[in-house]
């Protein structure tokens, strides 16, 4: 059973992943097609990081796994014998 923290810490990450999932659809998908004299587009970053941000955080996110799984499996290898 989820205590009532938990509850309020993935309503927070749910309510956070929605708003930024609105945001991106709008600066991507709604913004073109909007004058570029409109006042709404004060609120939005400019173009090219709409591109450059997720290639960030995806290779950010690769680097993070790579890393992880270094370090599981550098805790876990067994030491070599060595033969004479």
């Not at 205590?3 to 930024?20: E, I, K, M, P, R």
């Not at 609105?22 to 587009?41: A, E, N, Q, R």
């Amino acid at each position: 059973m989820a205590t009532a923290t938990d509850q309020v810490v993935g309503f927070g990450l749910v309510t956070f992943s929605l708003l930024l999932f609105v945001y991106y659809t709008l600066w991507i998908i709604v913004l073109p097609f909007i004058d570029s004299d409109h006042s709404i587009h004060q609120y939005f970053l400019p173009r090219e990081y709409a591109v450059l941000i997720p290639v960030v955080a995806g290779l950010l996110l690769l680097l993070f796994i790579g890393v992880f799984i270094t370090v599981v499996m550098w805790k876990n290898r067994k030491p070599v014998k060595k033969s004479d």
